[in-house]
């Protein structure tokens, strides 16, 4: 998955794209990109480049157009033959330090802003909120999972963004909220796994459930319906709004999940409570950004939705397939 950036956008976004490709010109001893260019495609219409072992960037010859992807920024930009000729100058300027990039803002700046004035404080005129938990490791069956904590997140009044942690015992009466609520619930997987697990843990049924889905907007089931892909919140939050997970693996949360739970460390909690806001923060932020540019990218197809397949693509995708368990949570 990949932004596509125009070069009017590849300016105003705080980036590295031109920096990593100056730095492919200089590993192959051409002075402009019209050189690299050359020298490339004269060995096949895709070139990857490689650094200890990742990919880096990547270059496609399609026809008249040239496609340029900087694997570390998750960026895309597709150039015609005025693209190139316009493209040759940002580098040029770029390698003579005529480009000043301190004024430029980060995509999480861009949406931030955006939402600061308003303008994604509600959907539809209806408030939303973001919400996820952390449970147990028995994720196989759901009506045994313990929920252990949980977070939400809402715009308030002023257009902030105002948090709620949730323990277990205010679980009963967050989850009494979430059933009276009258907006939207924005989540990732939270149909197969959050909204369930909440439900069970205050021994209610099936019913709330549905009622929770049937307002629930979950990020992980649109973009499935959109791109056909099983991606996690990290991967996409990464490549679209360049946020990562606090903790980077199972073995990691494994630890903490312990510390807490048989030495009731506090500190293991903090860090818990830490990576559960977090995650509803890269959520919020990817929500951001489906909102924003109505747009995905992946494998060289661009997918184009509206806000209201935003909305309700991801029940309709869940009426079609069933509920799906155990999405990899640090994929």
Not at 138 to 166: C, D, H, R, S
């Amino acid at each position: 998955m990949y932004k596509r950036f125009t070069l009017d956008e590849l300016k105003t976004v705080q980036n590295t794209f031109i920096s990593n490709f100056y730095s492919i010109l200089k590993r192959e001893h051409c002075q402009m990109a019209s050189d690299l260019f050359k020298k490339i495609f004269r060995e096949g219409n895709e070139i990857y480049y490689m650094t200890r072992g990742d990919f880096t960037f990547r270059f496609q010859n399609n026809n008249e157009e040239y496609t340029l992807m900087d694997e570390k920024q998750k960026i895309q930009v597709v150039l015609d033959e005025q693209g190139k000729r316009d493209f040759q100058s940002m580098v040029k300027n770029y390698i003579l330090k005529k480009e000043k990039i301190t004024w430029q803002k980060t995509i999480e700046q861009i949406l931030l802003d955006e939402f600061h004035t308003g303008k994604y404080s509600t959907i539809w005129w209806k408030n939303y909120m973001v919400y996820d938990i952390e449970t147990d490791t028995n994720i196989q069956n759901l009506k045994e999972t313990k929920f252990l904590l949980a977070y939400a997140m809402y715009p308030t009044g002023g257009n902030k963004m105002t948090y709620e942690y949730v323990d277990q015992e205010w679980l009963k009466a967050f989850v009494q909220k979430m059933l009276d609520f009258d907006g939207y619930i924005v989540g990732f997987n939270s149909i197969a796994f959050d909204n369930m697990v909440s439900v069970y843990n205050v021994w209610w049924s099936d019913e709330d459930i549905k009622k929770l889905d049937e307002k629930t907007i979950d990020l992980f089931l649109f973009v499935r319906a959109m791109t056909g892909k099983r991606l996690g919140l990290n991967k996409i939050a990464e490549a679209l709004v360049n946020v990562s997970k606090t903790l980077t693996s199972w073995a990691e949360w494994e630890v903490l999940y312990k510390k807490y739970i048989e030495e009731n460390d506090l500190d293991a909690l903090e860090e818990f409570k830490r990576y559960c806001k977090n995650d509803v923060r890269m959520t919020m932020l990817v929500f951001l950004y489906l909102m924003h540019f109505k747009k995905l990218f992946i494998e060289g197809d661009e997918i184009t939705f509206t806000l209201e397949d935003l909305v309700n693509q991801s029940r309709q995708a869940a009426k079609e397939t069933g509920r799906m368990v155990g999405q990899n949570m640090f994929e």
